[in-house]
């Protein structure tokens, strides 16, 4: 067997679905320094870079035989760091408040941006259904339907002052979620 410093990634991929311990290990060694770095950018928090990077490492060791990598394995990994950190901020398990805006932010094309899309809209709709009722409902016919604050008091029978004291609540309670996951999405 040739070296398994100078095999690609393609190839220590085959090896470790014929469950090759080595290639495992020189994926590692090759990619952990760059995951864990992507993570720290958005995190911020040693443990948890470490607890993601581990936990994504994990993952491909269990899963080796059915992982189908189509473009690169480096672009793979970082998508599964991403997910990871997504699931964390979702779960509440973040430690810290890294943006304070992202429903303005500019979500860049990649490779895996139509699941990506589909997964943030997700997680943007579960945040706006734990939103209080007339908090919710006031905040989606401005979003969705684009009512100006004057024809949402009229519609609803409200002042405009309330209607846009509706609105900061709601912002101000998608922020922190919405602003770490922004910041996941503007580092890579």
């Not at 220590?12 to 993570?39: P, Q, V």
């Not at 690169?72 to 943006?99: D, F, P, S, W």
Request: one cysteine or more; aromatic letters at 8%; glycine letters at 2%.
């Amino acid at each position: 067997m040739a070296d398994i410093v100078s095999l690609t990634d393609l190839e220590l991929l085959s090896l470790l679905k014929d469950d090759e311990a080595a290639a495992f290990t020189e994926i590692y060694n090759r990619h952990w320094k760059f995951l864990f770095t992507a993570a720290n950018n958005a995190l911020r928090h040693r443990a948890d870079c470490m607890d993601v990077c581990q936990a994504v490492f994990m993952w491909l060791w269990e899963n080796r035989k059915q992982v189908e990598v189509k473009t690169n394995l480096r672009g793979y990994l970082y998508t599964a760091v991403k997910y990871k950190i997504a699931n964390l901020i979702r779960q509440g398990k973040v430690r810290e408040t890294l943006l304070d805006n992202v429903l303005t932010a500019d979500i860049r094309a990649e490779e895996h941006l139509d699941l990506e899309v589909k997964e943030l809209k997700n997680f943007i709709a579960q945040l706006i259904q734990e939103l209080p009722e007339r908090c919710r409902e006031v905040f989606l016919l401005s979003r969705d339907e684009r009512l100006s604050h004057r024809q949402i008091s009229e519609r609803l029978g409200i002042s405009e002052k309330t209607v846009d004291d509706h609105i900061t609540r709601a912002l101000k309670k998608l922020r922190i979620p919405l602003g770490r996951l922004a910041n996941i999405f503007m580092i890579f």
